[in-house]
Structures are given as structure tokens and as C-alpha cells.
């Protein structure tokens, strides 16, 4: 029996049987179920719910929509995806305002209807808008730390969570470029990020030796738009030694170190391990000077701009437990550079600076520069020693 037929049977004996007394019931039932083939359970609740209706169920009519978001304002969304380097929804809807000025020149057929398309669009509908992109689009390995034991019990164990409320404090790691083999010296990326602005600075070197880690330190400290206060690191010996520490001491800079083996302590820094250089760098193998050379022309100058003055980011606020789920409230997005601004400890001529620079550079001008520096960086690898196929995570955006 078809399902229109069983419906046309349930309409036919449903008066009859919410009419007829129990032993009738009994009768009307099990014909019923007999010849639909439905659960005795399941078949009473059918005839003791609301009467059927005049359509049959599953077919009622749903009115016509048309598309709130046509073909150009997708395409442009996900020209504006792959240029930002992939940015989930929340993060792509807060910066869309900012690159709309530059969305213009670029594509300049975009009308402005256009615009108002992707000024409206809700984080929902980025993801509806971007998944089949993104399931076209569809590796890990871990370090060589090694704990250092000099000092360390003079270095305090912070385990208390960040409730950081001025820009200062920070936690910092190194990220290898060893590629399959961590023997010989190779190139190492220091990530520190700011925990109140998300602001970050990443500078390469060669080996982990104190004095280049040092050096490293001393040039994203003068890179930063505010004093910094405090840094956080791993246990390995490249942070734990007398030369940091004394360099701390003598900036007035707070040193705390995180639990050994507990990756969560760190959890800022190691999402901008993935997103700031891993993403960018693949797990190739970098040891030569001319490699250190561009990887750092590529930290110093386009990264550090895009990254921290076209990014927005969310920060989590608070969760809340509603029975056996956790619910997260994240702060809305915004750049790290508005919430450097925000804090108001900037120098205000340096603050008027950092506010007029937006407005000079085009993002997807500074993109299409990473991505040639990127081309550069990657035929500096050392083949051999790196994981095969090399292929970036990243890749170029042409207009």
C-alpha cells in the first residue's frame, strides 16, 4: 500500500473508530494495522491525535522565496574568504565593513545592492553560502621542546586563568621548520601574542640559541604599539635561562612559565601557531640564512599589517552550563588594532598614526604580497628534509 493510499484509509475509518466503543476499537484497530502495515503503538496514536486533514501530509505547499543573496555577492564573498586567508563566519562578517572601501576598487562591476548584500548577511548564511567551497577545500606534528632546568624553579608556574584588562601581557612559543628530521640547525618562528588585544608579532631564527631568542625579543618589543608587561612561556631551555631572565628583570617585564606537558595553558599562542605561521609555512624544512632572511621579510612588514590591523577576531567572555551543555559568549569581533585604540594606553601621536594606516593600505594588495613572498619562502625550502607533497595551506588569490 502506498503512503497516499494509507492516508486515504486513515482519513476513511478515522470518525468511525474515535465513534465506536472499545471492543469495536479493538476490531477497527487491528484491520487497520493489517492492512497498513503500521506498529499497534504507532497506529494508536495516529487515530487518537488531531483528525488528518484535507492534503496529504509531507506535501503541503511552501510558499516561493527568491534569493536574498545573488550569484555576484557570492562570488565576491568568497573572493573576499580566500584573500583573508579563510576566516570562520563570525570573524569574515566583522571584517567585510572593513574591506568594502577596497572591495570596490577591486571588482568594480559591484553595484550597490551588492554591498548591501554583504553588509546584511548573517554569519548563518556564510556558512550555508560557503560550504560547498569549503568541502572542496578539505596534517600535524609536534615539536622538538626540550625542558630547560636552569632557573626553572626561580621562574613562577602560572595556573591561573588570564583576566588580563591592559595590553602588556603575553604568552609566547617557538614554532619549528624542521620538516621530517629535527637534527642540524634550522629555522624557528617566535610567536608572541598579546592576551588583551590578540595583537601579535612573529620573528624568525636560526637555531634557538639564548642570544638569537634574545635578539628576537628585544625587535618585537619595539614593535609593539604598547609597553610590554609580561610574557609566558613553555619550559624549554630557549626561554628558561639567565639571559631572558635577566633581560626581564631589567625591563621591569613579568616571567612566568606554564605547567610541563600541559598544551592548554598556552591555548592563545597555539591558535596563532596555526594561524599566523604553520597555516602559512606548511611543516617545510627552513635552514639556511636566505630562508631566515625572507621569512622575516614577510613577519616585519605585509604579515604583521594584515594580520593585526584587517583580522578581526572574538575573544571568549564566559561559559555558561545549561544542564549537560556548555554554552560560550564570545565578545564581538573586532581587529586587534580597535582594541589597542580601545585601551587607550597608546601614545596619541602613535595612535593617530595606527588609526590613518587602515586607510593607506589595501588588503588585497597586502595579500597578493604575502602570497608572492610566500612563492619565495617555498622555493627556499629544503626539499629533501620536507614532507612530501609540499603544499601551502594557503594559496593565491588572482583578480
Given amino acids: 500500500m502506498s503512503h497516499r493510499s494509507r492516508w486515504e484509509y486513515f482519513r476513511a475509518i478515522y470518525a468511525r473508530y474515535r465513534q465506536a466503543d472499545r471492543k469495536v476499537k479493538q476490531v ?31 506535501q503541503v505547499r511552501r510558499r516561493s522565496r527568491s534569493p536574498s543573496y545573488g550569484p555576484t555577492a557570492v562570488w565576491v564573498l568568497e573572493a573576499v574568504w580566500e ?77 591561573d586563568a588570564w583576566d588580563v584588562r591592559v595590553p602588556g601581557f603575553s604568552e609566547v612559543d617557538l614554532v619549528s621548520h624542521s620538516g621530517n628530521r629535527t ?33 628576537a625579543f628585544e625587535e618585537i618589543q619595539a614593535a609593539l604599539p604598547f609597553r610590554l608587561l609580561g610574557i609566558d ?10 639571559q631572558l631572565g635577566r633581560w626581564c628583570w631589567k625591563q621591569n617585564i ?32 627552513y635552514d639556511t640564512p636566505e630562508a631566515v632572511e625572507a621569512i622575516n621579510d614577510l613577519y616585519r612588514n605585509e604579515l604583521r599589517l594584515w594580520m593585526n590591523l584587517f583580522q578581526p577576531s572574538v575573544k571568549l567572555l564566559r561559559k555558561i552550563r545549561v544542564a549537560s551543555k556548555l554554552r560560550r559568549k564570545y565578545s564581538e569581533a573586532q581587529t586587534p588594532l580597535d582594541r589597542a585604540l ?49 603544499v601551502a595551506s594557503r594559496r593565491p588569490v588572482t583578480f
Wanted: hydrophobic content about 35%.
Fill in 183 to 215: 637534527s642540524g640547525e634550522f629555522a624557528y618562528s617566535l610567536n608572541l601574542t598579546d592576551l588583551h588585544t590578540t595583537w601579535t608579532e612573529t620573528r624568525a631564527v636560526r637555531g634557538k640559541g639564548e642570544a638569537a631568542v634574545l635578539a
Fill in 83 to 159: 584573500t583573508a586567508g579563510y576566516p570562520w563566519s563570525v570573524r569574515l562578517k566583522a571584517l567585510l565593513p572593513l574591506w568594502i572601501p577596497w572591495v570596490r576598487k577591486r571588482f568594480r562591476g559591484v553595484s550597490a545592492e551588492v554591498e548591501r548584500q554583504l553588509l546584511q548577511i548573517s554569519a548563518r548564511q556564510v556558512d550555508r553560502r560557503l560550504r560547498e567551497r569549503k568541502q572542496r577545500l578539505k596534517r600535524r606534528r609536534y615539536g622538538g621542546t626540550r625542558p630547560g632546568a636552569l632557573l626553572k624553579h626561580q621562574i613562577p608556574v602560572k595556573t
Fill in 233 to 242: 612561556t613553555d619550559n624549554g631551555s630557549e626561554f628558561i635561562n639567565a
Fill in 28 to 58: 477497527i484497530l487491528s484491520e487497520f494495522c493489517a492492512n497498513t502495515g503500521y506498529h499497534r503503538k504507532y497506529a494508536i496514536r495516529l487515530l487518537n491525535g488531531p483528525p488528518p486533514g484535507r492534503s496529504q501530509p509531507g
Fill in 254 to 285: 613579568q616571567f612566568t612559565r606554564s605547567r610541563p606537558y600541559k598544551k592548554d595553558d598556552n591555548a592563545h599562542i597555539e591558535q596563532k601557531n596555526w594561524t599566523h605561521v604553520r597555516k602559512l609555512l606548511a611543516w617545510n624544512r
Fill in 342 to 390: 580601545a585601551s587607550e594606553v597608546i601614545d596619541p601621536e602613535r595612535a593617530a598614526e595606527l588609526r590613518a594606516l587602515p586607510q593607506r593600505l589595501d588588503p588585497f594588495q597586502l595579500a597578493r604580497t604575502i602570497d608572492r613572498k610566500l612563492e619565495r619562502i617555498y622555493a627556499l625550502a629544503d626539499r629533501r628534509l620536507s614532507p612530501s607533497p609540499s
